[in-house]
């Protein structure tokens, strides 16, 4: 099997060592293409049995073979050209968050990778698939929640803004014709991809949405800056035969009021708190004993070889294979991502945005 890294930079070599955990399923070939001579260096450094080449388009230009995946690990500005020439080539195509700058691309990569008959994944899906995730899926099919009625979905960071605190070099993350945006295009397509992998809407609305660039005295002044940094929306998913629920949801990467994260799933009998991220591997589930509160905490550690940053190559490997998998891939991986810019458009226009499971049937 062949994997093509577009991009041979940090992310690049994060996503071979996940493709080296694989060697030992069947025979893997890695090629890496990046107009960087050092980036390209350095990559052979740590994978010498690796390929390279200066530019994609020479990489790709070999015959395809049925399962062939292209991983593009690059800013968010070029994603779309990039996955663009992978699916031509007939290959699969897994592409860094966020998927593509905006809606008209987001429908171009769908309707190419339909007509080629390929897959289009995206990277959002590190913390699917965790023992913790799963583990709060089973007391949402179990009923002993009762009807879900709302989601609180709450991330408030006070300086971890990319470009600025974290990758201070990377200044392409506050420019958005590069990044398409901040904090909802950093995080957002995790925080959607979960939330999504929990609920399973059948369409969402946007009902309400604002965003707000916080200021510091360490803002940068020698370089674009016109991302947001702190928002917040309010947001109503329909299921499929069950009532309406309503999801709370803020992210900061920059505010200066209180840091701190809330995750939590309310129903008519119960309820379920949890970190799907770092913070925490302990799952807490209330509910109610002979009129009182009744607390129950469970800890769930991912004890697998393959970790959060090897899923997106694990699971899109599995999913191109045919087996079962945690990969959000196509309708799937465009429906998220509209869902984040939406929040921009009701943000912007203060109208509410309704996005369907099916790009076909969306209602702008």
């Not at 090629?31 to 530019?55: C, I, M, W």
Request: proline share 5%; hydrophobic share 40%; net charge negative.
């Amino acid at each position: 099997m062949r994997f093509y890294l577009v991009g041979a930079g940090v992310i690049g070599r994060t996503h071979a060592a996940a493709i080296q955990k694989l060697q030992g399923e069947e025979e893997i070939e890695i090629k890496v293409a990046d107009p960087n001579p050092q980036a390209l260096a350095g990559f052979a450094e740590l994978y010498p049995e690796a390929a390279t080449y200066s530019d994609a388009q020479t990489m790709l230009a070999e015959a395809a073979k049925e399962d062939d995946i292209v991983i593009v690990g690059t800013p968010p500005f070029t994603h779309c050209e990039l996955s663009k020439l992978g699916l031509e080539s007939g290959r699969h195509v897994l592409c860094e968050k966020p998927l593509v700058m905006n809606r008209r691309e987001a429908e171009e990569l769908l309707e190419i990778a339909a007509r080629n008959n390929r897959q289009l994944g995206c990277c959002s899906v590190r913390f699917l698939g965790l023992p913790k995730m799963e583990e709060v899926k089973k007391l949402l099919d179990s009923g002993v929640l009762g009807d879900i009625y709302k989601v609180t979905f709450v991330y408030r960071g006070q300086r971890s803004r990319p470009g600025v605190e974290y990758q201070p070099e990377s200044k392409w993350f506050l420019d958005r014709s590069k990044s398409a945006g901040g904090i909802v295009m950093d995080w957002g397509p995790y925080d959607f991809s979960v939330i999504n992998d929990l609920l399973k809407p059948v369409a969402v609305e946007v009902a309400a949405a604002w965003t707000s660039k916080p200021q510091t005295q360490v803002d940068p002044v020698d370089t674009v800056y016109d991302v947001e940094g702190h928002v917040g929306a309010m947001l109503k998913y329909h299921l499929n035969n069950a009532n309406p629920v309503w999801v709370q949801y803020e992210r900061a990467s920059c505010t200066h009021g209180e840091a701190y994260y809330h995750v939590e799933i309310e129903g008519t009998l119960g309820a379920v708190r949890w970190s799907p991220y770092f913070e925490t591997d302990q799952i807490v589930y209330t509910c109610d004993a002979n009129g009182e509160i009744e607390e129950k905490v469970s800890e769930v550690v991912n004890q697998s070889e393959f970790g959060m940053m090897d899923h997106p190559v694990y699971f899109f490997y599995r999913k191109v294979k045919g087996l079962d998998s945690q990969a959000v891939v196509n309708d799937q991986a465009v429906f998220n991502f509209l869902c984040l810019q939406a929040i921009y458009d009701c943000a912007e226009t203060g109208d509410p945005q309704h996005i369907q499971s099916e790009l076909r049937n969306l209602i702008v």
